[in-house]
Structure formats: structure tokens, C-alpha cells
């Protein structure tokens, strides 16, 4: 069958990222737009001891997943990875090949579009069909502006996507594990993987949470931040912020949502305190259901909220939390 969307699929130590899936949901949604079967939907899988990962991925979302196995791949490295997804790229000649906007697809997918000869858009948040021709959407100038990418006719069209641009595919597949060689052998590299090492623990990944509780400049300081822990614990749900916060050191990086920090689209996002710059907004306002709280009656957040509570946050948090713990009994 022939392939009409490729994905690079990423896993770490035999675990499937979750951008992969979220990357098969942007191409399944695509394909539907577009009227292309879901067998022409396919994945490339590259690593070393990955059985189980390609098996999972053809279970959910890949028509066929292409297994590129060996030494040379056994880590990640560009040199290596660039190689085996141009070579895939040629043979299989897809209309468009997606990769995470991870770190490792912002290191190798320029690699790609320059070994294939081919334009690239980055850290693109949409894909649409306009007037015939695929258009990309993504954020410029802090989050202000929103630049449409048109590629041309080159094919095929590359671009890395945000986290959170599309929801990951959830239903169920049969899709077919190909393994094909590598093509790259260890002597060919100018690069070798050495090593990978943790970030610090507890980091959060705010683009796969439900629920999301932030808070921002107007609680006055980091100590303050407990009332919005707690409440974000009594939902279930992760702490987040704004840049200001992130900023002052009252919160780690991790935790920024925003044109700076992460896109995200939990099922219900609650901003304390926040007034709704617009960095802060594009990073949002793909949220199911948005509640702001916050003094002022005339911040931008009440612009994208679909409730908005006037009023102080230390007396209304306090009590929303007291209320879903006694409605959780």
C-alpha cells in the first residue's frame, strides 16, 4: 500500500512517546480531511531491541510500522537517524512526513530536509487544506501572530509539531511490523550516543495532564503557591504557571504554559491569578474547559474563559478545594 503520511516515531528504552501517538492522531486527521485511507498511514520505528514498541504502535494508529534496527541506531544520534529517515522517505515517497517537536525531531528533521532537498516547518500547532494546498500554522513573535506556512510542490512536506497540537489516536488498529536494515553502520558516524541523563525528579509533563491548576503573578509569591497545589491535588490534576512565575524562580521551567513554555489542551484548565497575556493564552486556549479567577474584572482571561469567577483567589480556591474533596467524600 502506498504510504500518504509518515510519522517518526520516538520511544525511550523500548517505551513508546506519547508525542507518537499524538503525531498518528494529526495524520489520521489529516488523511480524513483528505480522503486517504488509513492504510497509507505508516510509522517509522528506529532503535535496537524494539519488538514491543512496534507491535504497540501498529495496535494503535500505524497501517504499518518500519522497523529500523541496529548497532549504528541503538541510540539516538541525528548522524545516524537522519540517514535511515531520508531512506525511508525515498522508498516509501510520502505526500508528508511528521515529526514530535521534541528534542530529537528538532535536531534531526532539519537534517532530513536538507539531505531530501526539501522546505521544513517547525514547531508548527495545525495543518489545514486551503485553496488546494497544505497550509502550517505556528506561532511567531512570542505568540502574538499566527505564520501560515505554505511549502510549495516539493514533496515531501516536512514539519515537526507541537505537543498537544493534535489529541493522541486512541482507537484500535492492525497495522503490520516491516523490519528493513538500518543502511547505517557504526564506521559511517561522526557522531556516537553516549549517554542519557535524567532531569530532576518530579519533572512534570504538563502536555499529557487532564487537569491543569495555574497560577500566576498575582499570588504574590512562590510560598503562596500551596493553596494551588492543594487544589490541583484534589482534582487529580498538575500545577502550572506563567512566564512571571517561572521567571522570579517561584516554579521550575517545567511548569510555564505558554509561547515560551508548553502548548496544552487538558479536558479542564483553571488560571488563578493570571491576568491572560497573550503568551500566556496561545499556550491555553486549546483547553476543553477553561475557569479563570482573578481581582481584575477586566483581564484578558476572562476573554477565552468559559467561566470567569471576579473575586479574590485565596478565598475562592481554598473553598473550591474544600468543595471537591467533600464531593469526592
Not at 46 to 73: C, D, F, H, N, Y
Not at 83 to 110: C, Q, Y
Not at 129 to 144: D, I, P, Q, T, V
Request: hydrophobic share 45%.
Amino acid at each position: 500500500m502506498p504510504c500518504k503520511v509518515l510519522v517518526l516515531a520516538e520511544h525511550e528504552g523500548g517505551a513508546v512517546a506519547g508525542i507518537t501517538y499524538e503525531l498518528l492522531g494529526m495524520a489520521h486527521r489529516v488523511a480524513g480531511e483528505m480522503g486517504w485511507a488509513p492504510a497509507e498511514i505508516k510509522a517509522l520505528l528506529i532503535g535496537s531491541g524494539i519488538a514491543g514498541a512496534a507491535a504497540e504502535i501498529a495496535a494503535r494508529g500505524a497501517a504499518e510500522v518500519i522497523v529500523a534496527e541496529g548497532p549504528a541506531v541503538q541510540g539516538y544520534t541525528g548522524d545516524a537517524w537522519h540517514r535511515v529517515v531520508e531512506a525511508v522517505a525515498k522508498s516509501e515517497s510520502p505526500e508528508m512526513v511528521l515529526f514530535g517537536h521534541t528534542p530529537n525531531g528538532w535536531d534531526v528533521a532539519p537534517l532530513v530536509a536538507a539531505g531530501l532537498g526539501v522546505p521544513l516547518a517547525t514547531e508548527c500547532s495545525a495543518i489545514a487544506r486551503e485553496s488546494g494546498a497544505f497550509r502550517f500554522s505556528r506561532k511567531a513573535f512570542n505568540g502574538k501572530f499566527v505564520q501560515v506556512i505554505d511549502l510549495g510542490t516539493a514533496r515531501p512536506l516536512l514539519a515537526t509539531m507541537q505537543k498537544g497540537a493534535a489529541p493522541a489516536f486512541s482507537a484500535a488498529t492492525r497495522g503490520r511490523v516491516r523490519p528493513v536494515p538500518a543502511g547505517v553502520g557504526e564506521a559511517d558516524l561522526r557522531a556516537r550516543f553516549v549517554e542519557i541523563k535524567k532531569g530532576q525528579a518530579g519533572a512534570v509533563d504538563l502536555t499529557q495532564a487532564a487537569i491543569i491548576v495555574s497560577g500566576g503573578r498575582g499570588l504574590g509569591g512562590a510560598d503562596k503557591f500551596a493553596v494551588i497545589r492543594d487544589l490541583a491535588q484534589a482534582l487529580g490534576g498538575q500545577v502550572g504557571a506563567s512566564r512571571p512565575v517561572t521567571d522570579m524562580g517561584w516554579l521550575p521551567h517545567e511548569h510555564q504554559v505558554g509561547s515560551s513554555g508548553v502548548t496544552v489542551s487538558p479536558k479542564l484548565y483553571i488560571a488563578c491569578g493570571i491576568s491572560g497575556a497573550i503568551q500566556h493564552i496561545v499556550g491555553m486556549r486549546g483547553s476543553g474547559y477553561i475557569v479563570a479567577i482573578n481581582k481584575d474584572a477586566e483581564a484578558p482571561i476572562f476573554g477565552v474563559a468559559d467561566v470567569g469567577v471576579v473575586g479574590d483567589l485565596f478565598e475562592i480556591v481554598p473553598a473550591l478545594t474544600k468543595a471537591v474533596k467533600e464531593a469526592k467524600g
